[in-house]
């Protein structure tokens, strides 16, 4: 999985990439996180692992913390861009 993120990250980012390009790399990421958390939830309401579902309610509400610190991030660098600079 580390490998994975890995190559996805080095084909995302560029050197040419800005702080902006990282924290939508990053807010992708913790979408993902939180869409892979919230389907082993829906999965395990039929399954009904008491276990996972303490793992799940621990982790999701970390998950849907960290999307939010990175959207805000994502969005407060994106208020910083001028829309009409040339790249």
């Not at 990250?9 to 979408?31: K, N, V």
């Not at 399954?47 to 994502?74: C, K, M, T, Y």
């Amino acid at each position: 999985m580390k490998k994975k993120a890995s190559e996805m990250m080095d084909t995302y980012l560029d050197d040419d990439s800005d702080a902006l390009d990282g924290f939508e790399f990053l807010t992708m990421a913790e979408a993902a996180e939180v869409g892979h958390w919230s389907v082993l939830r829906t999965l395990n309401e039929q399954a009904g692992n008491a276990q996972l579902r303490g793992l799940i309610d621990w982790a999701l509400p970390i998950q849907e913390r960290h999307f939010q610190d990175v959207l805000r991030g994502s969005v407060k660098l994106a208020g910083e861009e001028d829309p009409n600079e040339k790249a």
